[in-house]
């Protein structure tokens, strides 16, 4: 399985953009990385995936490196909405495994 | 609103008792995930329904049991509970369950056990 790593927390201003990195160095050529959100206790909500190539979104813009070895999620304009915890994650096959994630807090 | 419905919302319930906690995936979606998440563990990984058949396990306790029914609704039963059981249960649901495959999470139920 490839391990993700992410930072504990981040802060972000209002209307400006959030970048959330991730690593994943141990990422195999055939796996996605996913990005999931979870405000507060409700369900996580899906944001994008990709493979190798940048995905954007209405949600988001992912950047994932030429090696694969890492990536990071861009919130264009962040809103205080979007303060949630931000998972990235790299599924071996059928099963979801989410660490404990970035919480990011968009502040006023 | 990710499609996926789960009830009840909130459940309240006492050690050794048994509750069914249960999950409407999104229309058209054929597999069936839950998930467990309590406070000092994170999001779980249970199991994986598709069409009616057991496709994953993870780790799931002998106490808890799950199906999916023709309908494709699943429910996950809870018995014998303990104290350490109080969590929120979640369900999601993919269009074929195969592999990298997007997930859709529902809102959840909380479970508390006194």
């Known amino acids: 399985d490839a391990k993700t790593t992410q930072p504990t927390s981040m802060d972000c201003a209002e209307g400006r953009a959030a970048n959330l990195p991730c690593n994943h160095s141990t990422i195999s050529g055939n796996e996605y990385v996913y990005w999931y959100r979870q405000i507060h206790s409700q369900g996580p909500q899906y944001i994008i995936h990709?493979?190798?190539n940048n995905e954007t979104n209405e949600m988001a813009s992912l950047i994932i490196t030429e090696d694969r070895k890492s990536s990071t999620l861009i919130l264009p304009h962040a809103t205080l909405r979007d303060t949630a915890v931000y998972y990235c994650?790299?599924?071996?096959?059928?099963?979801?495994?989410f660490g404990p994630g970035t919480r990011l807090s968009v502040l006023p | 609103d990710s499609g996926v419905t789960q009830t009840p919302k909130h459940l309240i319930t006492a050690t050794g008792q048994r509750v069914t906690l249960r999950c409407s995936p999104r229309?058209?979606?054929?597999?069936v995930y839950w998930y467990q998440q309590s406070l000092d563990q994170g999001l779980q990984f249970l199991i994986q329904?598709?069409?009616?058949?057991?496709?994953a396990k993870g780790n799931i306790l002998e106490r808890f049991s799950a199906q999916q029914f023709p309908d494709l609704h699943s429910e996950l039963n809870l018995s014998s509970l303990e104290l350490g059981d109080s969590a929120l249960y979640f369900c999601?649901?993919?269009?074929?369950?195969?592999?990298?495959?997007?997930?859709?999470f529902g809102p959840g139920t909380r479970l508390l056990v006194l």
């Open positions: 990709g493979l190798k």
């Open positions: 999601a649901s993919s269009v074929t369950g195969g592999l990298w495959e997007t997930q859709y």
């Open positions: 994650i790299v599924p071996p096959g059928q099963n979801f495994v």
């Open positions: 229309s058209g979606d054929l597999s």
């Open positions: 329904y598709y069409n009616g058949e057991e496709r």
